[in-house]
Nanobody
Framework: QVQLVESGGGLVQAGGSLRLSCAAS????????MGWYRQAPGSQREFVAS???????YYANSVKGRFTVSRDNAKNTMYLQMYSLKPEDTAVYYC????????WGQGTQVTVSS
């Protein structure tokens, strides 16, 4: 049974930083491209960033240059370091594989105040 647990969210002022974590269990973590996604109120879930097993990364234009995705395959954990946060980054952040085939976790709320 695949389980994804996101953590690290919180309330931060614009310009601040947060580091999110995604802990995965019940899977062979290292074989898949992993991704971060977010969903703001009233909006559809959107792609934020992805990272391959080898460490190749890809970012949505809206976060490029401000967010950094990384992973530790030995710990079955992925991270999202977020800098220069903006109010429009406010959302619930989720992780999943790039195909979004695993059960979604509860997400972690990020709120950026202006």
């Amino acid at each position: 049974q695949v389980q994804l647990v996101e953590s690290g969210g919180g309330l931060v002022q614009a310009g601040g930083s947060l580091r999110l974590s995604c802990a995965a269990s019940g899977i062979i973590f290292g074989i898949d491209v992993m991704g971060w996604y977010r969903q703001a109120p009233g909006s559809q879930r959107e792609f934020v960033a992805s990272i391959s097993r080898a460490g190749d990364t890809y970012y949505a234009n809206s976060v490029k240059g401000r967010f950094t995705v990384s992973r530790d395959n030995a710990k079955n954990t992925m991270y999202l370091q977020m800098y220069s946060l903006k109010p429009e980054d406010t959302a619930v952040y989720y992780c999943n594989n790039l195909r979004q085939t695993w059960p979604w976790g509860q997400g972690t709320q990020v709120t950026v105040s202006s």
